[in-house]
């Protein structure tokens, strides 16, 4: 089970370091690597950035071995609570410079976090200093992240205030908002519509409707809440996550029940059926806004998902 990073002693705190140095250096690398043809300058940052990252990697292997010898646990980030779970974006072919941008970004964060939380754990004079000027290094990189530069982003498209408080208002609301909004859309279909065309009566299948949309709130946003305590990744207080998550779980499910309070079946199923077609093309729309994704692409991921769990419940209802 992973641990709690105030269950980190000073020993684990810097094999931990020493092993986020190492993973950021590797993405770096792939970032310089995927955008090497089409954005020469901006690898070249990347490729400053690993050569930094190593350099910090060996400073902390040196206060290690200083501290505890030669031996250095394996601690990896995945091994503690409190960290963003990333999408390997790197991987991805070709590369979109404000996809790197906003990876970075949340990288550099994280690690400087990490570092400024873990001086206050260490007594050592000598760590305690490492710890601080590696925080301070992480921050011109945050800094760098934000402001890098291609052919569609510039530094002047807006001030490093404003960055920051997108980035945040994403992390902390849409991320968690667009979550709920897609598993409360999605997943009361089934047992909406099975109720519906099990029964034909409006008032039984709102009140289904009602009961799954309300469950898979509290549901989403206890499992939201309880994900992440923000600490080290700076997606804010798991409270306002976990609310978002699960006012928005109820909204998606909400939005196509409230329908059947029409009295007559086929008129509320039918505008239910709407309903349902609105709410997936304004997810695909939140996540080609916010989360980089194609507008066609979220729309058929997102359709088809809903579609096949609305034909499940229309299939379990008249069986």
Same mark, same amino acid.
């Given at each position: 089970m992973a641990k709690n990073f105030n269950e980190l002693s000073e020993r684990e705190i810097l094999a931990l370091a020493i092993s986020l140095e190492e993973t950021d250096g590797?993405?770096?690398?792939?970032?310089a690597e995927g955008l090497r043809a089409d954005y020469p300058a901006t690898a070249e940052i990347f490729a400053k950035m690993v050569a930094e990252e190593n350099d910090h990697r060996r400073c902390l292997i040196d206060e290690y071995r200083r501290r505890f010898g030669e031996h250095i646990p394996l601690i990896r980030r995945e091994d503690v609570r409190g960290f963003v779970n990333r999408r390997p974006v790197w991987l991805i072919r070709p590369l979109g410079i404000k996809t790197v941008r906003r990876q970075a970004g949340i990288m550099e964060?994280?690690?400087r976090r990490f570092y400024e939380r873990s001086m206050k754990k260490t007594v050592d004079a000598g760590t305690r200093k490492l710890l601080g000027d590696l925080a301070e290094a992480e921050r011109k990189h945050e800094t760098l992240a934000e402001n890098l530069t291609g052919e569609?982003?510039?530094?002047? +498209?807006?001030?490093?205030?404003?960055? +920051?408080?997108?980035?945040?208002?994403?992390m902390q609301v849409v991320q968690p908002g667009l979550a709920g909004l897609m598993d409360g859309s999605v997943s009361t279909l089934a047992p909406l519509f099975a109720a519906a065309f099990a029964t034909h009566d409006s008032h039984s299948a709102f009140l289904v409707g009602l009961a799954a949309s309300v469950g898979a709130g509290i549901s989403m946003g206890f499992a939201e809440a309880a994900s992440d305590d923000g600490s080290l990744t700076g997606r804010g207080k798991p409270l306002l996550r976990g609310v978002v998550c699960g006012l928005m779980t109820t909204a998606g499910g909400i939005g196509h029940t409230l329908p059947y309070l029409i009295p007559h079946f086929l008129t509320a199923t039918v505008t239910a059926a709407a309903v349902v077609a609105f709410e997936l093309l304004a997810i695909s729309y939140i996540r080609n806004k916010y989360m980089d994704t194609p507008f066609l692409s979220a729309a058929f991921q997102v359709i088809v998902g809903g579609l096949l769990v609305f034909l499940a419940g229309i299939l379990i209802g008249n069986s």
């Open positions: 590797r993405i770096y690398s792939d970032f964060t994280e690690t569609h982003l510039t530094p002047e +498209a807006k001030s490093g205030e404003d960055k +920051a408080e997108h980035r945040l208002f994403v």
